[in-house]
């Protein structure tokens, strides 16, 4: 039993390994060509700065790069859960009623469709440059399309038998939701919630190139490129890579925590 | 026979007690479990109105086990569907413990289980049990109390913590219908519950129902597919045919010993009689339809082969 499980963990190691090898590999092929490249042609900072300039300012400004990163999250993070929160009402309402449906959905792709980072600069003005508001506010926007058509799909899902069953159990409509649709349409969020988070994260950061409070990555990537500081303006764009990561594999974990709970 | 009387309205009888007719008003003796009276059911689809039920009289006692058989369409689902309340008829009396179908499904006079299990996936087998119980407001203790009987009456006491998706088909099945048992409804009513199931699962499913329905007195109302299911199961075989779907013939199965149904009955003569004689009757039904040139074979004549 006990050679078994670990030659499994040992084959389920292996495969972890086969997988993960050739795309870590080809990044440091990358790297080491992006370096090579750099050094021979002797390509000037502000065109492109070498990886080693980079991690070297990454060392330097760690702590800096760090804090930005959290400023950056926390609004990542509030911005996510209002539009999700308001995303998951709207559909709970649109799954209820025909004409409210019919008003949300369409809104929902308009909303999709619309640039929402250029409203950025319109909210700066709405509600001051010294607030994250504006940027809370615009990845709640980005966040909200796909968590609501996704979760309405979802509510949308009850399987007939269970419809017949809580029927026969002459249930309300407040207990049919509580006990099926919405436990039914929780996977469903929350793919809706993984979709979102990466173009929460981009929003997020976009959202602080049009000025306003300079404590984000993206107001640090602007300001370090204004003072020709591009291995620094890098280390940041380093920053926002490893923060959408981490959002990313965040949502992830929790996507497939719901779906195994439901036995998917 | 297994004509048990049961008490009807098992559940704290509010309901029961307030329809209940008024003193001195003559009493019709105790009400059927099931009566229908010139029901009829119309669907209006796309291609036109469907006579899905076509002047269906029937009723079934307190305790008594009756099967409702027949081709597709013949409409067998849809009378389990109008005594569940998941449809109402288009013309037509029906009346379950005496009372509207409406009335018996709010007050939970009946337990129902699908083909398909329907089992929430992400509640614990457990859980799933005590849905019913808990939508009706019955305290933890006493739920849990509950579901730990009614699992081992289905022999899943082991499973209890284990979600739906774990389990077999069968296992599944065997769920659903404790849980259909979960409030001591005096009517069962199971519309093909066995059919998703292979041909060993569904025997020993078969025999574990009748003891179950022994241990619980319900009447029950079970649609299938297969005459030996329905010969196995039933005090009576409804036989239906279809295009309109109506009753053609009743078969009262009369098999020997003390009514105890086990394995062994499957291979005894009786039980060969009965299963030709509702084969029979399903043919003889199918006489709209001549070119068959079915001969009229005495019913009830035992030939005893090709059970196929």
């Keep these: 039993m006990s050679t078994t499980t670990s030659s499994a963990v040992r084959a389920a190691g292996g495969d972890v390994l086969r997988r993960a090898l050739p795309p870590v590999l080809l990044g440091v092929v990358g790297l080491a060509a992006w370096q090579a490249l750099v050094v021979a042609a002797d390509v000037p900072p502000f065109l492109l700065p070498s990886p080693t300039a980079i991690v070297e300012q990454l060392v330097e400004v760690g702590p800096l790069v760090l804090e930005a990163s959290l400023a950056t999250g926390a609004n990542v993070l509030v911005g996510t859960l209002l539009g999700a929160v308001v995303a998951v009402l709207a559909a709970l309402l649109a799954a209820r009623s025909r004409p409210v449906d019919a008003v949300l959905s369409p809104t929902a792709a308009a909303i999709a469709v619309l640039p929402i980072v250029a409203l950025a600069p319109v909210l700066n003005t709405m509600f001051g440059t010294t607030t994250t508001t504006p940027r809370r506010l615009v990845v709640a926007a980005v966040v909200f399309a796909p968590v609501f058509v996704t979760t309405l799909r979802g509510l949308r899902q009850v399987l007939p038998v269970h419809r017949e069953l809580l029927r026969s159990y002459a249930a309300t409509p407040a207990q049919l939701a509580r006990t099926v649709t919405i436990p039914g349409a929780l996977p469903y969020l929350f793919t809706g919630l993984r979709i979102a988070s990466s173009t929460g994260v981009i929003a997020a950061v976009v959202a602080e190139y049009f000025g306003g409070l300079q404590d984000g990555l993206g107001s640090r990537i602007t300001s370090a490129a204004a003072n020709s500081a591009y291995p620094r303006a890098w280390a940041f764009v380093v920053g926002a890579i490893l923060l959408g990561l981490a959002v990313y594999l965040l949502t992830l974990a929790a996507e497939r925590l719901v779906a195994r709970r439901q036995g998917l | ?271 060969f009689a009965a299963v030709t004689a509702v084969r029979e009757a399903l043919h003889g039904g199918a006489a709209g339809t001549p070119a068959v040139a079915a001969p009229e074979t005495a019913a009830g004549a035992p030939r005893g082969v090709d059970l196929r």
């Excluded at chain 2, 003559?26 to 689809?45: I, L, N, S």
């Excluded at chain 2, 081992?152 to 979600?163: K, M, N, Q, R």
């Excluded at chain 2, 005090?235 to 109506?246: A, E, H, K, L």
């Excluded at chain 2, 199965?253 to 105890?260: A, F, K, M, S, V």
Aim: with cysteine.
């Design chain 2, 1 to 271: 026979m297994r004509s048990i009387p049961v008490p009807t309205g098992s559940r704290s009888g509010s309901t029961t007690s307030a329809v209940a007719p008024a003193a001195g008003a003559p009493r019709p003796g105790p009400a059927a479990a099931v009566r229908a009276v010139g029901v009829h059911k119309r669907f209006r689809t796309r291609a036109g109105v469907v006579t899905a039920l076509q002047d269906v009289h029937l009723e079934v006692a307190a305790g008594e086990f009756v099967s409702l058989i027949g081709p597709s369409g013949c409409g067998k689902s849809t009378l389990l569907r109008l005594v569940a309340d998941l449809e109402e008829p288009t013309s037509g009396e029906l009346s379950v413990f005496g009372k509207a179908p409406r009335v018996a499904r709010e007050a939970q006079d009946y337990g129902i289980a699908f083909q398909q299990a329907g089992l929430l996936p992400w509640r614990s087998v457990r859980g799933n049990v005590e849905l019913p119980l808990e939508l009706h407001g019955v305290g933890r203790r006493e739920r849990a109390g509950r579901a730990r009987e009614l699992l081992a009456l289905v022999g899943l006491s082991d499973f209890a913590d284990h979600t739906p998706a774990q389990l077999s088909g069968g296992m599944q099945q065997r769920v659903a219908i404790a849980r259909a048992l979960a409030e001591r409804p005096s009517l069962l009513l199971m519309d093909e519950p066995f059919g998703a199931l292979d041909e060993m699962t569904r025997e020993r499913m078969q025999t574990e129902l009748v003891r179950i329905c022994a241990e619980s007195g319900a009447a029950v109302v079970f649609v299938t597919h297969s005459i030996p299911e329905a010969v196995f199961l039933s005090d009576r075989v409804v036989v239906m045919s279809p295009r309109p779907g109506r009753i053609s013939a009743v078969v009262p199965i009369r098999l020997p010993g003390t009514g105890e149904r086990t394995e062994g009955l499957r291979e005894d003569a009786a039980f």
